[in-house]
Nanobody
Framework: VQLQASGGGLVQAGGSLTLSCTAS????????MAWYRQYPGKQRDLVATITRSGNRDYTDSAKGRFTISRDAAKKTVYLQMNSLKPEDTVVYLCNFQLIPNGFNSLQTYWGRGTLVTVSS
Protein backbone atom coordinates (compact mmCIF):
# COMPACT_ATOMS: atom_id res chain seq x y z
CA VAL A 1 0.00 0.00 0.00
CA GLN A 2 1.27 3.44 -0.92
CA LEU A 3 -0.09 6.94 -0.51
CA GLN A 4 0.72 9.53 -3.13
CA ALA A 5 0.13 13.17 -2.28
CA SER A 6 0.11 16.05 -4.73
CA GLY A 7 -1.09 19.60 -5.16
CA GLY A 8 1.42 21.58 -3.17
CA GLY A 9 3.16 24.58 -4.58
CA LEU A 10 3.69 28.31 -4.33
CA VAL A 11 0.75 30.64 -3.88
CA GLN A 12 0.29 34.24 -2.78
CA ALA A 13 -1.33 35.07 0.51
CA GLY A 14 -5.09 34.97 0.15
CA GLY A 15 -4.90 32.39 -2.60
CA SER A 16 -6.08 28.81 -2.74
CA LEU A 17 -4.65 25.35 -3.27
CA THR A 18 -6.15 21.88 -3.31
CA LEU A 19 -4.13 18.96 -2.06
CA SER A 20 -4.98 15.38 -2.94
CA CYS A 21 -3.75 12.03 -1.68
CA THR A 22 -4.53 8.67 -3.26
CA ALA A 23 -3.99 5.22 -1.86
CA SER A 24 -2.93 2.39 -4.13
CA UNK A 25 -2.33 -1.28 -3.55
CA UNK A 26 -4.30 -4.27 -2.35
CA UNK A 27 -6.78 -2.58 -0.04
CA UNK A 28 -9.88 -4.06 1.55
CA UNK A 29 -11.26 -0.92 3.15
CA UNK A 30 -10.28 2.65 3.91
CA UNK A 31 -11.53 4.12 7.16
CA UNK A 32 -10.42 7.53 8.40
CA MET A 33 -8.39 9.89 6.26
CA ALA A 34 -6.54 12.91 7.52
CA TRP A 35 -4.13 15.71 6.72
CA TYR A 36 -1.30 16.69 9.03
CA ARG A 37 1.37 19.34 8.79
CA GLN A 38 4.86 19.31 10.09
CA TYR A 39 7.01 22.36 10.74
CA PRO A 40 10.79 21.79 10.72
CA GLY A 41 11.94 20.21 13.95
CA LYS A 42 8.40 19.85 15.27
CA GLN A 43 5.98 16.97 15.60
CA ARG A 44 3.18 16.46 13.15
CA ASP A 45 0.02 18.43 13.87
CA LEU A 46 -3.41 17.33 12.81
CA VAL A 47 -5.07 19.71 10.33
CA ALA A 48 -8.28 17.91 9.36
CA THR A 49 -9.86 14.50 9.46
CA ILE A 50 -12.75 12.81 7.69
CA THR A 51 -14.29 9.54 8.75
CA ARG A 52 -15.63 6.78 6.56
CA SER A 53 -19.13 8.12 7.14
CA GLY A 54 -18.08 11.64 6.18
CA ASN A 55 -17.79 13.31 9.56
CA ARG A 56 -15.22 16.10 9.47
CA ASP A 57 -13.09 17.77 12.10
CA TYR A 58 -10.59 20.61 11.84
CA THR A 59 -7.90 22.23 13.90
CA ASP A 60 -8.88 25.75 14.94
CA SER A 61 -6.57 27.46 12.44
CA ALA A 62 -8.16 25.54 9.57
CA LYS A 63 -11.80 26.09 10.46
CA GLY A 64 -13.57 28.29 7.96
CA ARG A 65 -10.66 28.23 5.51
CA PHE A 66 -9.94 24.56 4.75
CA THR A 67 -12.32 21.82 3.61
CA ILE A 68 -11.50 18.13 3.71
CA SER A 69 -13.38 15.75 1.43
CA ARG A 70 -13.03 12.22 0.15
CA ASP A 71 -13.82 10.10 -2.87
CA ALA A 72 -14.19 6.58 -1.56
CA ALA A 73 -14.23 4.96 -4.98
CA LYS A 74 -10.92 6.62 -5.86
CA LYS A 75 -9.46 6.07 -2.37
CA THR A 76 -8.59 9.74 -2.41
CA VAL A 77 -8.75 12.52 0.14
CA TYR A 78 -8.66 16.21 -0.72
CA LEU A 79 -7.85 19.34 1.23
CA GLN A 80 -9.21 22.54 -0.27
CA MET A 81 -7.28 25.42 1.28
CA ASN A 82 -8.60 28.96 0.88
CA SER A 83 -7.47 32.31 2.25
CA LEU A 84 -3.97 30.96 2.67
CA LYS A 85 -1.59 32.76 5.02
CA PRO A 86 2.22 32.79 5.16
CA GLU A 87 2.03 30.76 8.37
CA ASP A 88 0.38 27.96 6.37
CA THR A 89 3.77 27.44 4.71
CA VAL A 90 4.74 23.90 5.69
CA VAL A 91 4.84 20.30 4.49
CA TYR A 92 1.42 18.66 4.50
CA LEU A 93 1.17 14.90 4.95
CA CYS A 94 -1.78 12.63 4.37
CA ASN A 95 -2.67 9.79 6.70
CA PHE A 96 -4.97 6.86 6.02
CA GLN A 97 -6.25 4.24 8.40
CA LEU A 98 -7.10 1.26 6.27
CA ILE A 99 -7.31 -2.52 6.15
CA PRO A 100 -5.12 -4.10 3.50
CA ASN A 101 -6.35 -7.35 1.99
CA GLY A 102 -5.20 -10.24 4.14
CA PHE A 103 -5.25 -8.17 7.32
CA ASN A 104 -7.97 -8.13 9.98
CA SER A 105 -7.13 -4.84 11.66
CA LEU A 106 -6.60 -1.21 10.74
CA GLN A 107 -3.12 -0.19 9.64
CA THR A 108 -1.81 3.38 9.49
CA TYR A 109 -0.11 4.72 6.39
CA TRP A 110 1.53 8.07 5.62
CA GLY A 111 2.13 9.86 2.38
CA ARG A 112 5.52 11.46 1.73
CA GLY A 113 4.23 14.99 2.08
CA THR A 114 3.71 17.91 -0.21
CA LEU A 115 5.12 21.39 0.40
CA VAL A 116 2.87 24.42 0.45
CA THR A 117 4.56 27.82 0.29
CA VAL A 118 2.52 30.96 0.83
CA SER A 119 4.21 34.23 -0.06
CA SER A 120 3.26 37.47 1.64
Amino acid sequence: VQLQASGGGLVQAGGSLTLSCTASGDIFRVNNMAWYRQYPGKQRDLVATITRSGNRDYTDSAKGRFTISRDAAKKTVYLQMNSLKPEDTVVYLCNFQLIPNGFNSLQTYWGRGTLVTVSS
